[in-house]
């Protein structure tokens, strides 16, 4: 699959975010022993306890990585100690921050796959990503009969058997980042949620058959984290900028 040049840059020292800006952080959940030491230093106790229902000693550490950068993260915007921010959620199940940071208008959304974690950051607008590796055993038309429509279903089939699973996670994760931008989870049809026609490399208005009115609010945009994945972002509103930034262990 062709990566089309999206910069991942390291952050600058001091994060500045404007409300016609949307940061995206790109992070390895797979960091070193000590690094994970001082996340988890980080996490609440209701953190640590679903980090102990892993089976896995690997899904385990990455749910500990993956925690702890969202509040190394949202700290820089805060201003904060990371350990001090604390989590709430919609009634669908989209994670926001409690209502003592309100005053910060800051809204967030993440997504992992594998080793690779995205993180969205916005102010005053809501937001939705998505992250998928590729997997070609799971890219078919069986599948996509269920959540695509029917002109998504036409133009995957058409599709030459060497693009079609690269196309499939592409559609995937831009009708997830709307569902997740939305926060309405799967109480949304996604077979009526059709992205076949949108461009991927620019921010583009969402259009929804019979419900123009709530989609046209939507941009979306394919995010290119790498080789082997799949990613979308969608944001409420139009006339944002979009900045990448590569997390590190320095960072």
């Not at 949304?188 to 490399?201: D, K, N, T, Y």
């Not at 259009?207 to 799949?230: E, M, N, R, V």
Request: glycine share 6%; hydrophobic share 40%; with cysteine.
């Amino acid at each position: 699959m062709k990566v089309p040049d999206q910069i991942w840059r390291p952050p600058p020292a001091h994060v500045v975010l404007s409300s016609h800006e949307v940061h995206v952080w790109r992070a390895s959940l797979d960091l070193t022993a000590s690094r994970r030491e001082g996340l988890l230093q980080y996490l609440s106790a209701d953190e640590l306890k679903r980090a102990e229902r892993f089976h896995f000693a690997k899904d385990r550490a990455r749910f500990i990585v993956g925690r702890g950068l969202l509040r190394a993260i949202l700290s820089r915007y805060l201003n904060i100690d990371p350990s001090q921010l604390r989590f709430d959620c919609t009634a669908h199940g989209k994670p926001a921050l409690a209502a003592g940071f309100s005053e910060a208008a800051l809204s967030f959304n993440l997504s992992h796959s594998d080793e690779l974690a995205l993180y969205a950051i916005a102010r005053s607008r809501e937001i939705g990503i998505d992250l998928e590796r590729i997997r070609y055993d799971r890219a078919n038309v069986q599948i996509a009969q269920r959540f695509f429509s029917p002109r998504e279903i036409m133009s995957l089939r058409g599709l030459p058997a060497s693009r079609r699973s690269e196309t499939f996670f592409q559609l995937w994760t831009r009708k997830e980042a709307y569902l997740k931008a939305r926060g309405e989870g799967l109480s949304f049809p996604l077979e009526q949620c059709e992205v076949s026609a949108i461009r991927g490399e620019v921010a583009t208005p969402m259009s929804l058959s019979g419900d123009s009115q709530k989609t046209s609010c939507w941009h979306i945009q394919d995010l290119f984290p790498g080789f082997g994945y799949a990613a979308a972002i969608v944001v409420e509103g139009g006339g944002w900028n979009l900045s990448c930034w590569q997390w590190s262990e320095t960072a």
